[in-house]
């Protein structure tokens, strides 16, 4: 058995990040504004190895989610998906597959992801609400909780792995087919760049 076909999403079906657009979309002007600086200390010390991703993109929920009821949340994110532009991956390999065959898996939010694929299995971060209420972030699907994910779901192999980025190591060493993203173009890895 093969597998299915699996994408990432962030600068892989799309050519830029989308967590900072979402945060913007759910904060006003002057409120983004504000807090923006402490979002972007986060980043230079996520970067520099100070803190993990999981801080990171908690810090990014408390600053700019936190507190939303569910339901106005998920207007927000509607509302946020029908903005995202999709690039060439999207439109020259993802739209060829049959979507019961291809999963998203990424770090994005579930919340915006869901309405933009309707059709196809998403797996993505999701947040913790308690009575309706954003109170912080539930799951990080980021870098082996993608793989473990999948490993949930009796998933030991991957026919065609999509992705950006490295830190999708534990995702590439259970593909057949690996191809790396950049700039809306994908390259084919060999078993031997694999282990970069």
């Given at each position: 058995m093969?597998?299915?076909i699996?994408f990432d999403?962030?600068k892989?079906?799309?050519?830029?990040?989308?967590?900072?657009g979402?945060?913007?979309?759910?904060?006003s002007?002057?409120m983004f504004r504000l807090?923006?600086?402490?979002?972007?200390?986060?980043?230079i010390?996520f970067?520099?190895g100070?803190?993990?991703?999981?801080s990171l993109?908690n810090?990014?929920v408390?600053?700019?989610?936190?507190g939303?009821r569910?339901s106005d949340l998920?207007k927000?994110?509607l509302?946020?998906?029908?903005?995202?532009?999709?690039n060439?991956i999207?439109?020259?390999d993802f739209?060829?597959?049959?979507?019961d065959?291809?999963?998203?898996i990424?770090a994005?939010?579930e919340e915006?992801?869901?309405?933009?694929f309707?059709?196809?299995?998403?797996?993505?971060?999701?947040?913790?609400?308690?009575?309706?209420?954003?109170?912080?972030l539930?799951?990080?699907?980021?870098?082996?909780?993608?793989?473990?994910?999948?490993?949930?779901?009796?998933i030991d192999?991957?026919?065609?792995?999509y992705?950006?980025?490295?830190?999708?190591r534990?995702?590439?060493?259970?593909?057949?087919k690996?191809?790396?993203?950049e700039?809306g173009?994908?390259r084919?890895?060999?078993n031997l760049t694999?282990?970069?």
């Open positions: 093969k597998g299915p699996v999403f962030d892989t079906l799309t050519d830029k990040d989308t967590l900072l979402f945060y913007r979309e759910s904060a002007n002057l807090k923006y600086p402490v979002l972007l200390l986060s980043a010390l970067k520099a100070l803190i993990s991703n999981d993109k810090i990014g408390r600053l700019y989610l936190k939303y569910k998920e927000i994110a509302r946020y998906s029908s903005k995202i532009k999709l060439n999207y439109h020259n739209l060829k597959y049959p979507s065959q291809v999963i998203i990424s994005s939010f915006y992801l869901k309405p933009l309707p059709d196809c299995k998403v797996v993505g971060s999701t947040l913790n609400y308690q009575e309706n209420i954003l109170i912080g539930s799951v990080n699907m980021y870098a082996e909780r993608k793989k473990y994910w999948l490993n949930e779901q009796n192999r991957v026919d065609e792995f992705t950006d980025s490295f830190t999708d534990p995702v590439m060493d259970i593909s057949n690996v191809y790396i993203v700039d173009k994908k084919k890895l060999n694999k282990t970069q």
